[in-house]
Protein backbone atom coordinates (compact mmCIF):
# COMPACT_ATOMS: atom_id res chain seq x y z
CA UNK A 1 0.00 0.00 0.00
CA UNK A 2 1.17 3.69 -0.64
CA UNK A 3 0.15 5.54 2.72
CA UNK A 4 0.33 9.15 2.68
CA UNK A 5 -1.88 9.99 5.21
CA UNK A 6 -1.87 6.81 7.70
CA UNK A 7 -2.85 8.64 11.00
CA UNK A 8 -6.11 10.82 10.60
CA UNK A 9 -8.34 12.78 13.21
CA UNK A 10 -11.88 13.77 13.01
CA UNK A 11 -14.07 15.53 15.38
CA UNK A 12 -17.26 16.43 15.86
CA UNK A 13 -16.82 20.33 16.50
CA UNK A 14 -15.71 22.35 13.74
CA UNK A 15 -14.34 25.09 15.87
CA UNK A 16 -11.83 22.34 17.26
CA UNK A 17 -8.83 21.24 15.52
CA UNK A 18 -7.33 17.63 16.99
CA UNK A 19 -3.93 17.48 15.59
CA UNK A 20 -1.16 14.79 16.54
CA UNK A 21 1.20 12.04 15.29
CA UNK A 22 2.90 8.46 15.63
CA UNK A 23 5.93 6.29 16.64
CA UNK A 24 6.68 3.01 17.41
CA UNK A 25 8.25 1.97 20.98
CA UNK A 26 10.74 -0.57 22.16
CA UNK A 27 7.96 -2.67 22.61
CA UNK A 28 6.51 -2.77 18.92
CA UNK A 29 3.86 -0.16 19.97
CA UNK A 30 2.52 2.56 18.05
CA UNK A 31 1.87 5.10 20.31
CA UNK A 32 -0.46 8.01 19.16
CA UNK A 33 0.06 11.95 20.71
CA UNK A 34 -3.25 13.54 19.72
CA UNK A 35 -3.44 17.21 21.12
CA UNK A 36 -6.72 19.65 21.11
CA UNK A 37 -5.18 22.82 19.06
CA UNK A 38 -4.68 25.61 21.40
CA UNK A 39 -6.63 28.69 20.29
CA UNK A 40 -7.05 31.54 22.90
CA UNK A 41 -9.78 33.18 20.54
CA UNK A 42 -12.09 30.03 21.41
CA UNK A 43 -14.77 30.04 24.22
CA UNK A 44 -14.81 28.46 27.27
CA UNK A 45 -18.00 26.92 26.80
CA UNK A 46 -15.91 24.40 24.57
CA UNK A 47 -15.56 21.61 26.53
CA UNK A 48 -14.22 17.76 25.56
CA UNK A 49 -13.97 16.97 21.52
CA UNK A 50 -15.23 13.58 20.84
CA UNK A 51 -12.69 12.38 17.90
CA UNK A 52 -12.62 9.32 16.10
CA UNK A 53 -8.54 8.23 15.13
CA UNK A 54 -8.42 6.46 12.03
CA UNK A 55 -5.31 4.42 10.78
CA UNK A 56 -3.66 2.63 8.23
CA UNK A 57 -2.59 -0.27 9.82
CA UNK A 58 -2.66 -4.11 8.62
CA UNK A 59 -5.41 -6.08 9.05
CA UNK A 60 -6.43 -7.51 12.51
CA UNK A 61 -7.91 -7.07 15.88
CA UNK A 62 -6.08 -4.26 18.21
CA UNK A 63 -5.89 -2.81 21.31
CA UNK A 64 -5.51 0.46 21.93
CA UNK A 65 -4.59 1.87 25.66
CA UNK A 66 -5.59 5.37 26.97
CA UNK A 67 -1.91 5.89 28.83
CA UNK A 68 -3.55 8.80 30.44
CA UNK A 69 -6.49 7.71 32.00
CA UNK A 70 -5.43 3.57 31.97
CA UNK A 71 -8.53 2.74 30.16
CA UNK A 72 -8.39 0.11 26.78
CA UNK A 73 -10.55 -0.76 24.17
CA UNK A 74 -10.78 -2.73 21.12
CA UNK A 75 -10.94 -1.95 17.09
CA UNK A 76 -10.77 -3.90 13.97
CA UNK A 77 -8.96 -2.63 10.71
CA UNK A 78 -10.43 -4.20 7.98
CA UNK A 79 -8.90 -3.86 4.16
CA UNK A 80 -5.97 -1.58 5.79
CA UNK A 81 -8.35 0.75 8.00
CA UNK A 82 -9.50 1.28 11.63
CA UNK A 83 -9.58 3.13 14.05
CA UNK A 84 -11.29 4.23 17.94
CA UNK A 85 -13.52 7.35 19.62
CA UNK A 86 -11.94 8.96 22.66
CA UNK A 87 -12.35 12.19 24.02
CA UNK A 88 -10.31 14.44 24.43
CA UNK A 89 -10.33 17.34 26.94
CA UNK A 90 -10.42 21.49 26.13
CA UNK A 91 -6.57 22.20 25.04
CA UNK A 92 -5.41 18.77 26.40
CA UNK A 93 -3.28 15.51 24.97
CA UNK A 94 -4.15 11.94 24.94
CA UNK A 95 -1.76 9.45 24.63
CA UNK A 96 -2.72 5.88 23.24
CA UNK A 97 -0.59 2.80 22.76
CA UNK A 98 -1.79 0.24 20.14
CA UNK A 99 -1.04 -3.20 20.30
CA UNK A 100 -2.24 -5.82 17.37
CA UNK A 101 -3.63 -8.79 19.09
CA UNK A 102 -1.97 -11.95 18.02
CA UNK A 103 -3.64 -15.05 17.27
CA UNK A 104 -2.61 -17.99 19.97
Same mark, same amino acid.
Given at each position: ? &? #????? @?? @? *? %? *?? +?AQITG #??? #? *?? %? +???I????DRVDFNDTAARKAVATHVELQLANGHYTVQDLMHN @????? +??? &????GFDTTIARWDTGVYAISHDVAA
Open positions: M &N #YHHPL @TF @T *D %K *DP +D #YGF #Y *DQ %K +DRLVVAS @TTQGF +DVV &NGVG
